[in-house]
């Protein structure tokens, strides 16, 4: 018996080629992210230096919210100064 002939056809679509990664793809791509590293740290530096600048400002290095705790820098002696022991 013959089979009769089919009404549809039954079509594949190749794609082309994609276009292969070569070593310069990489390099450029290796590039761009040393790139945005490097500028990511530069941003970061800029905002921590300027933070500490601030920082120095308010707080000067005199600035002492608490008295020392060391008992031989704060003893004072019988006249009153304060004892100059050496270490």
């Known amino acids: 018996m013959q089979q009769p002939k089919p009404d549809a056809y039954v079509v594949t679509i190749i794609r ?4 292969e990664l070569t070593v310069g793809d990489v390099i450029i791509g290796s590039l761009g992210v040393a ?3 490097i ?7 800029a905002v921590v ?12 290095k005199d600035w002492r919210p608490m008295p020392p705790v060391a008992p031989s820098l ?9 004892s100059s022991q050496s270490r």
């Open 39 to 45: 500028l990511a740290a530069l941003v970061l530096g």
């Open 35 to 37: 790139g945005a590293a």
């Open 49 to 60: 230096g300027g933070g500490l600048g601030l920082w120095k400002r308010f707080f000067p």
């Open 74 to 82: 704060s003893t004072p002696t019988s006249d009153g100064r304060p």
């Open 16 to 19: 082309p080629p994609e276009r």
